[in-house]
Nanobody, 115 residues
Framework: QVQLVESGGGLVQPGGSLRLSCAASGSMFSIYVMYWYRQTPGKQRELVASITSGGITNYADSVKGRFTISRDNAKNTVYLQMNSLKPEDTAVYYC?????????WGQGTQVTVSS
């Protein structure tokens, strides 16, 4: 399985931007569908965005037009650019490779949107 390490979280004011990164180990990164999920206390983990090996992207309705997922296969890294952040985007964000059921997860990075 691939190992994942997220970074880039932090505290940002409403309307601000953050870019999350997820670095993957292993030589098979390029074949994985990569996902970003998020979770708040007491709620189920929510799928935010996904990107296929060929670069096809998909987004949750709540983040469409504000978030952009991308990947750099040469660097074994997937990104989540988050713009126009809202307080309801506050969550722990997790990177996933290969899907929620059998895939690999990172440790998560906290994003807090607050004034």
């Amino acid at each position: 399985q691939v190992q994942l390490v997220e970074s880039g979280g932090g505290l940002v004011q409403p309307g601000g931007s953050l870019r999350l990164s997820c670095a993957a180990s292993g030589s098979m990164f390029s074949i994985y569908v990569m996902y970003w999920y998020r979770q708040t206390p007491g709620k189920q983990r929510e799928l935010v965005a996904s990107i296929t090996s060929g670069g096809i992207t998909n987004y949750a309705d709540s983040v469409k037009g504000r978030f952009t997922i991308s990947r750099d296969n040469a660097k074994n890294t997937v990104y989540l650019q988050m713009n126009s952040l809202k307080p309801e985007d506050t969550a722990v964000y997790y990177c996933n490779a290969g899907g929620a059921t059998f895939g690999s997860w990172g440790q998560g990075t906290q994003v807090t949107v607050s004034s």
